[in-house]
Nanobody, 115 residues
Framework: QMQLVESGGGLVQPGGSLRLSCAAFGSIFNLYDMGWYRQAPGKQRELVASITSGGSADYADSVEGRFTISRDNAKNTVYLQMNSLKPEDTAVYSC?????????WGQGTQVTVSS
């Protein structure tokens, strides 16, 4: 069993930055592929960025060059550094952990980009 706890969301002006954290508890973190997803009101959840257990990262086209995903296996934590934020980045951001057919989700953290 794994518990995921996100933090770091909040209100930021357009062009600003935030760093989200997702701390994992209760399992062997470094075996899991990790992902950040977001869901805006009235829209489907979408994958923002992912990082494999080996450290390979991938990004949605909409955030490529602005967001960076990273992981610290010593701290059992995955991060999402978000720069040059836009109003359309406003959403609830959630992390997940995947190992084969095992999947865990965090509860999410709200990110609002507004002036």
């Amino acid at each position: 069993q794994m518990q995921l706890v996100e933090s770091g969301g909040g209100l930021v002006q357009p062009g600003g930055s935030l760093r989200l954290s997702c701390a994992a508890f209760g399992s062997i973190f470094n075996l899991y592929d990790m992902g950040w997803y977001r869901q805006a009101p009235g829209k489907q959840r979408e994958l923002v960025a992912s990082i494999t257990s080996g450290g390979s990262a991938d990004y949605a086209d909409s955030v490529e060059g602005r967001f960076t995903i990273s992981r610290d296996n010593a701290k059992n934590t995955v991060y999402l550094q978000m720069n040059s934020l836009k109003p359309e980045d406003t959403a609830v951001y959630s992390c997940n952990a995947r190992l084969a057919n095992i999947l865990y989700w965090g509860q999410g953290t709200q990110v609002t980009v507004s002036s």
